[in-house]
């Protein structure tokens, strides 16, 4: 099936600094891919929706200046959280879709200390 | 408010017992489909039921959907302690994203 590879898997980082995330689609290209979020035991929250080309689309609440997507090819989708803060410290995971729904990554766990 | 909400929110069962677990949404769907999450990982796809589809099966696993009521349902046959999971019910109205529910985490007792 359809595969995703997101990295890394787990990150630490300080308090301020700047962390990326990359997702890649290893099959077939994606035109969009989601980011989501999740905190412990709880479901996932849309982010955002990446679209290649062209501006990513924020679901409300979420700050689009503190989390950048850039989705420069067809293949890979990069969300940097900036300015890291102990609040956005989450479960974060990609995804696109497919012919029988989607295809997450295998998440990133942030850690900001 | 969530589009899709599981019940029960955790369920403990003995090997080889039933599990079903239950979603529900509020507004009409594409389809509706079940993920499982294992601790700390990603999630993995399991079923794809679409709105005129009324039950469909893989392996151990049975989905209903109702859509006159809006519910559908996950049954996990003769479970396995390898079936401890975070089980995602997602609804797909139309835009490709997905809204899910909060989750039932189910765990297996040997």
């Known amino acids: 099936g359809a595969v995703v590879s997101q990295h890394p898997s787990w990150v630490i980082c300080k308090s301020g600094t700047s962390v990326k995330i990359e997702c890649r689609s290893l099959?077939?290209?994606?035109?969009?891919m989601f980011w989501y979020r999740q905190f412990p035991k709880q479901s996932l929250m849309l982010m955002a929706t990446?679209?290649?080309?062209?501006?990513?689309?924020?679901e409300q609440g979420v700050e689009k200046d503190k989390f950048l997507i850039n989705h420069a090819s067809l293949t890979l989708s990069t969300l940097t959280v900036t300015s890291a803060h102990p609040e956005d410290s989450s479960f974060y995971i990609c995804?696109?879709?497919?012919?029988?729904?989607?295809?997450f990554g295998s998440g990133t766990r942030l850690t900001v200390v | 408010s969530q589009q899709g909400e599981e019940d029960p929110q955790a369920l403990s069962i003995q090997e080889g017992e039933n599990a079903t677990m239950n979603c529900s949404y509020k507004t009409s769907i594409n389809n509706l489909q079940w993920y499982r999450q294992n601790s700390g990982r990603g999630l993995v796809h399991l079923i794809l039921i679409r709105s005129n589809e009324r039950e469909k099966h893989s392996g151990r696993l049975r989905v209903t959907l109702d859509t006159s009521k809006k519910s559908s349902s996950l049954l996990i046959t003769a479970s396995r302690a390898a079936d401890t999971a975070s089980y995602f019910c997602?609804?797909?109205?139309?835009?490709?994203?997905?809204?899910f529910g909060p989750g039932t985490r189910l765990s297996v007792l040997p």
């Open positions: 997602a609804t797909e109205t139309g835009g490709q994203n997905f809204v």
């Open positions: 995804g696109k879709t497919g012919g029988n729904g989607y295809t």
């Open positions: 099959d077939f290209q994606a035109t969009t």
């Open positions: 990446s679209n290649e080309g062209s501006k990513a689309t924020y």
